[in-house]
């Protein structure tokens, strides 16, 4: 069994940033895709961006040009830098970690508001 834990959440303006972090609890990463998805009430989950395990990275168009992905092996950790944000940016984000089976994190809130 693997956890992920998400971090780096909170309350940012509109036009700021945050960067999120995803911690796994075991050394996965070198075999396991990576994905940040995102949800809000009444919606269906989205997926944000992903990284395989061999660093190429995916990004959809809402987000292209403003989220990073990117990853540490050696921290066992996925990160989610996310700049110029937008209310529409607002949402709980989740890690997943896909391979032979797929883990999910609890999720963290992203609120962008003035």
């Known amino acids: 069994q693997v956890q992920l834990v998400e971090s780096g959440g909170g309350l940012v303006q509109p036009g700021g940033s945050l960067r999120l972090s995803c911690a796994a609890s075991?050394?996965?990463?070198?075999?396991?895709?990576l994905g940040w998805y995102r949800q809000t009430p009444g919606k269906q989950r989205e997926l944000v961006a992903s990284?395989?395990?061999?660093?190429?990275?995916y990004y959809a168009d809402s987000v292209k040009g403003r989220f990073t992905i990117s990853k540490d092996n050696a921290k066992n950790t996925v990160y989610l830098q996310m700049n110029s944000l937008k209310p529409d940016d607002k949402a709980a984000y989740l890690c997943k970690a896909v391979g032979p089976v797929s883990y999910w994190g609890q999720g963290t809130q992203v609120t962008v508001s003035s």
């Open positions: 075991k050394p996965i990463f070198s075999t396991y895709g």
């Open positions: 990284i395989t395990n061999v660093g190429s990275t």
